[in-house]
């Protein structure tokens, strides 16, 4: 089964800057689109920021301060946060979706949709 491991979150202040970096556990052939989500407590999981690899889109509230980005030789995508706000805090989760895995026979195998297991950013003034 593959896996998406998170890392990257912590606690900033008001206006500071954090990286976050979803990497797979097994090496991309192939994938659909890959984003981050986030969960804020009390609230539902919104869609932060998406890429297919050609394009990107971000909820407006993010626009102009995060970035995502995927680094295929790497098998890891990232989440620039800059000016971060406090109503930024949350759980941010990575997703893929028809992710498609080379195993180390050579065979692939598709996952429809994969989720890591969510790291906590915490913004405070």
């Known amino acids: 089964q593959v896996q998406l491991v998170e890392s990257g979150g912590g606690s900033v202040q008001v206006g500071g800057s954090l990286r976050l970096s979803c990497v797979a556990s097994?090496?991309?052939?192939?994938?659909?689109?890959m984003g981050w989500y986030r969960q804020a407590p009390g609230k539902e999981r919104e869609l932060v920021a998406v890429t297919s690899g050609r394009s990107a889109n971000y909820v407006d509230s993010v626009k102009g301060r995060f970035t995502i980005v995927r680094d295929n030789a790497k098998n890891t995508m990232y989440l620039q946060m800059n000016s971060l706000k406090p109503e930024d805090t949350a759980v941010y989760y990575c997703?893929?979706?028809?992710?498609?895995?080379?195993?180390?026979?050579?065979?692939?195998?598709?996952?429809?949709?994969?989720w890591g297991q969510g790291t906590l950013v915490t913004v405070s003034s």
């Open positions: 097994e090496s991309i052939f192939s994938v659909k689109a």
């Open positions: 997703n893929a979706v028809d992710l498609r895995v080379r195993l180390s026979d050579g065979t692939t195998i598709m996952y429809p949709d994969v």
